[in-house]
């Protein structure tokens, strides 16, 4: 797939991206029955980001770099049985239904907005997030149950992960141009 004679798993990636879909809807409905307590996970998140600068390129230099480094946890965490992925996944769903509700109740963006706010860079960025659990299911998978000494199947795992990751990382950079230069001004934010 893509050139990188790499056999993508697309239904582990498909399947990857329901787990978010689902953790999703199961994060804005827990804020819906749970006001208080998805407000109070919102403002713990926000003061772990830090505040939204000014600058589009800081913005974009501090999504980048975040999501990368979720991307490179989502690769190695493949290698924990391959469950790590699945994990990450699910909670990432679960906070960004948990946001859109918060977000959503607090009345400062309309639901328009949020959608926005999210549709532009999440079409590339989750499924990039996703190619990275991918790609660490990969290399666990070639180490398990390659062939040959498991010095070269960790080798080739790791070889076929890391074109897997280095895709990720590529869609990444894309997204967040995206989330920094174009979400605000298509979600008018």
């Known amino acids: 797939m893509l050139g990188l004679n790499v056999d993508v798993p697309r239904r582990i990636l498909g399947y990857l991206l329901i787990v978010f879909l689902v953790a999703s809807f199961a994060g804005y409905l827990f804020a819906v029955g749970n006001p208080g307590a998805a407000m109070d996970a919102v403002k713990k998140l926000a003061e772990q ?3 939204i600068s000014e600058s589009s390129f800081e913005n974009f230099v501090k999504i980048f770099t975040n999501n990368s480094m979720v991307a ?3 690769l190695l ?3 924990f049985f391959g469950l ?3 994990l990450i996944m699910a909670f990432n769903g679960f906070m960004v239904g948990l946001v859109v509700r918060a977000v959503q109740e607090s009345g400062e963006l309309s639901f328009p907005q949020i959608i926005l706010g999210l549709i532009p860079h999440g079409i590339i960025e989750i499924p990039a997030i996703a190619l990275a659990g991918v790609s660490g299911i990969i290399w666990y998978r070639e180490i398990i149950k390659g062939e040959g000494e498991t010095g070269e199947r ?3 795992g790791a070889v076929k992960a890391l074109k897997l990751f280095a895709l990720s ?3 990444l950079l894309v997204a967040a141009v995206i989330e920094a230069y174009v979400t605000p001004r298509v979600a008018g934010i």
């Open 77 to 79: 965490s493949g290698l």
């Open 84 to 86: 790590g992925p699945w």
């Open 49 to 51: 980001i830090g505040p």
């Open 72 to 74: 490179l946890f989502m």
């Open 154 to 156: 960790f080798k080739r």
């Open 169 to 171: 990382v590529l869609l």
